[in-house]
């Protein structure tokens, strides 16, 4: 069964409370507020790593930003990494070799802050930190292919020998310094981009006043270039809002940045310099590449990139757009690297209209959320919700109208209805083909063009319209179902009752097709769905998008026994939340209602 955080290690985490007794060295295990009414097949191995045959050829590469480790994951960066994970297993659907990178970034002022704060040293810090991402990961169940600790030997030999390359290129250059720095965004700052009192617009804290003796990157250097790729390749950075920001940067002029820290212990020595260490960002985009390699392989650049560099796509949020957009280019062009095809920079999440801050007592705990809820709920929430790219609101109404409608009734219900009146009048046995079934129906063709609506949103990262079209389909299956209403022709019997047999497959056939196209969003939910239409694990395991191809479904196959693959969340008014409830409960438990889940297998 998946392992479940137990209350007072989840609290520790979300909390940031000392971490004296929270050293993770093995997976977690404990009681939890769930059970399991009914083993279910466990989430397949193939949708949580890249294991099928890829017909194509073709490598997609994608990453998320490597989270930074002074404070346990947030959903912001959830946010970001349920995104990436449905684009991953989307481009796995169509055949393409994916390798799906994802980490923590942890060298810098802050991660050595933060440890002392909590009595660690920096190294103990960052095991801790890293190990609560695996875990959120496992429990949201993010299928990545790679996990990179900027901390790992082979990422220092790739960043050392990256800086070597850029300094022999006479990009490096060594010049004090002194500006206005904000520590948290470990950045000096253009003293006409701070608020009132040198604030910092990201983090509303002072900028400080320092000085010292760093290396530089030449950055200036490359600014005409950086103007040509941006106009000659306007994909580049996406959505196009903020190429229009990028463009805007650039155009006023990019100055120089130091790529070295003279107060700053914790980070990867400069090169013949052990006085200084690597300025975190300059290290930290260098894990893009170095995930590429693995460990027992020989550690450099040549054999990092042939591994699949460049990137497809870099999904990062707005506030790092300037390092992605701006700074990795020019230092990629200057170690004569390819770039990468895409950035991508969305918006923030906000609850109940405002801006989350944990002063303002309302955050948002992602740890929380998913075991209150469950990995498939928040997983199609924030897809559906939030339209790609933008800035989007979390309230608990909403959430639970949405989740309500679109999982639990209009596609939830319609399987368990439609498998419960095949039960009872055909034996849970399919009369015939689904093709033969839908000759003549308008269904059918409806079902086709969403279909190829859901594949072109998921193509352009239009997740929400994706998630959109899928509902749709269900949408259709649910008006068939009510205009052909099979319960009243079975009554009739005779060549009605008939005709109610075929409208039975035509359904499932919707729900099969439904199961395939929303599997990037929920995965766990399609295998449910899946499942409960007769095919093993196995068979779902090498399902791709032709599997959105109407004709799936053949007579004679057997259904299995219809139960809820969603339920309903339900407002307990007694106590004033709200919490998943099991219709066909026996008993209601005072303490925590308990989830019908099905068992994960999302391996870090």
């Known amino acids: 069964m998946a392992t479940r955080l137990n209350t007072s290690l989840h609290n520790a985490l979300c909390l940031l409370k000392p971490f004296n007794t929270l050293l ?7 009681r939890n507020s769930f059970r399991f009414s009914k083993k279910l097949p466990s989430s397949p191995r193939r949708a949580l790593y890249c294991t099928s045959s890829h017909e194509n050829g073709e490598t997609f590469v994608l990453t998320t930003p490597l989270y930074y480790v002074n404070a346990p994951p947030h959903m912001g960066s959830a946010y970001t990494t349920i995104a990436a994970d449905s684009i991953a297993r989307f481009q796995r659907l169509l055949g393409k070799k994916v390798i799906f990178i994802t980490g923590t970034d942890e060298h810098g002022e802050k991660i050595a802050t933060s440890a002392a704060a909590n009595g660690r040293n920096p190294a103990e810090h960052c095991d801790l930190i890293s190990q609560s991402y695996r875990v959120l990961w496992k429990e949201l169940d993010i299928a990545y292919d790679k996990f990179i600790r900027t901390t790992d030997p082979k990422h220092e030999a790739i960043v050392k020998e990256f800086y070597a390359r850029v300094f022999a290129n006479g990009d490096i250059y ?9 520590v948290n965004c470990e950045e000096y700052k253009d003293e006409k981009e701070l608020l009132e009192n040198n604030c910092c617009p990201v983090h ?13 990157f030449a950055l200036s250097k490359y600014q005409k270039q950086l103007e040509e790729v941006l106009s000659q390749n306007p994909q580049f950075v996406q959505p196009s809002y903020r190429l229009n920001e990028v463009q805007s940067w650039i155009k006023s002029g990019v100055r120089d940045f130091s790529i070295s820290r003279a107060l700053v212990d914790w980070g990867i020595p400069v090169p013949d310099d052990d006085k200084q260490t690597i300025y975190v960002w300059f290290d930290a985009l260098l894990g893009y590449i ?5 460990d027992n392989e020989q550690q450099n650049l040549d054999t990092a990139v042939s591994l699949g ?8 949020g707005k506030d790092i757009l300037r390092f992605h957009a701006v700074y990795w280019p020019a230092m990629l062009m200057s170690a004569g690297l390819s770039l990468p095809k895409m950035v991508f920079g969305h918006g923030f999440l906000t609850k109940d209209g405002m801006k989350m801050g944990k002063s303002l007592g309302n955050t948002l705990e992602p740890f929380e959320l998913v075991q209150k809820f469950g990995p498939d709920a928040v997983r199609y929430f924030f897809l559906r919700e939030v339209e790609f790219g933008n800035d989007g609101d979390y309230s608990e109404d909403r ?28 034996e849970s046995t399919l009369v015939v083909d689904s093709t033969i ?8 063709d409806t079902v086709e063009k969403l279909v190829e609506k859901a594949r072109t949103n998921y193509e352009s990262l239009s997740l929400s319209t994706a998630c959109e079209a899928v509902l749709e389909i269900g949408n259709a299956g649910n008006s068939y179902m009510d205009q052909r209403a099979p319960w009243m022709l079975f009554k009739q019997g005779g060549v009605s009752a008939e005709a109610a047999a075929k409208d039975l497959v035509i359904i499932l056939e919707v729900m099969r097709i439904i199961a395939v196209a929303l599997s990037p969003i929920s995965p766990c939910l399609s295998l449910r769905i899946y499942s409960q239409l007769g095919y093993s694990v196995d068979q779902f395991n090498s399902i791709t998008w032709s599997d959105t191809k109407w004709g799936g479904l ?26 998943k409830k099991v219709k066909d409960s026996k008993k209601k438990s005072k303490a925590k209602v308990k989830v019908e889940q099905p068992q994960t297998v999302t391996e870090a």
Not at 209 to 216: C, S
Not at 399 to 405: E, H, L, P, S, T
Request: charged share 20%.
């Open 290 to 294: 170095s995930a590429l390699t693995e």
């Open 309 to 316: 560099w460049p990137a497809s796509l870099h999904l990062i």
């Open 24 to 30: 993770i060295t093995k997976p977690f295990s404990s």
């Open 399 to 426: 959430f639970i109208k949405i989740v309500n409608a679109h999982l639990a009734n209009t596609i939830g219900n319609l399987l368990n209805r439609t498998l419960g009146l095949l039960k009872k009048n055909c």
């Open 437 to 444: 079934a839908a000759e003549g129906i308008p269904l059918k």
């Open 204 to 216: 509303q804290m002072p900028c400080v006043a320092r000085k010292e003796d760093n290396y530089f």
């Open 554 to 579: 053949k007579g004679g196959q057997v259904m299995a026994q219809a139960s809820p693959v969603f339920a309903r969340i339900e407002l307990d008014a007694e106590k004033g939340v709200e919490e």
């Open 174 to 182: 060594r010049a004090d310094y002194e500006g206005l720095y904000c």
